[in-house]
């Protein structure tokens, strides 16, 4: 079964215990539980993973790019947390990996600060989805698994 990947990046392990009113109150591991639900109903496997650290998330794009190129995974989910408005480092990593890849936020980062408006991802994503809240991890799922099944019909 081929895996979806969803990677989260800094300060997301402290979801939903502080700022609620931005980001809800449902922690990482209840987002981690709606995944898997999400990626079991669309037939594919999860792998979640959280890291403070830009390096970990740049391994983590490359070994997504490696294991799509080889059939093993169908994508990435990518919240970037605060890396998005800052990290030419991971635009690189994405662009480099090939790798098919939707940029996630929770909260709407254009009704915010102007600095969040702006995203390094977006350029070398196929899709971008935010506001919906943590809800938008299981529309990404599905965003994802269409992705996925229109590459591969266009392959066979
Ligand atoms: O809306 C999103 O998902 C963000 O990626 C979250 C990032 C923020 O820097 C982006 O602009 C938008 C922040 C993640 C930190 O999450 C926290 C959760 C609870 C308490 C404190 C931080």
Known sequence: MKKILILNG?????LGRREPGVY??????????L???????????LD???????????DW?????????VGDV???????GAYTHTSIALHDAVKGAAVRLIELH????????????????????QGVMFGFGTHGYPLAIAAMAVLHEQAEATIK
């Open 48 to 58: 979640f993973r959280q890291s403070n650290h830009e390096g970990v998330l740049i």
């Open 24 to 33: 809800g109150s449902q922690t990482l591991d209840d987002v981690k539980q």
């Open 74 to 80: 169908a994508g990435v989910i990518f919240n970037a």
């Open 61 to 69: 794009i490359h070994e997504a790019g490696a294991a799509q190129a």
């Open 106 to 125: 929770i909260s709407n980062v254009h009704a915010r600060e102007e600095f969040r408006q702006h995203s390094y991802l977006s350029p070398v994503a």
């Open 10 to 14: 800094p300060n997301l392990n402290l």
């Open 35 to 45: 995944c898997a639900v999400a990626c079991a109903a669309h037939g594919y496997a």
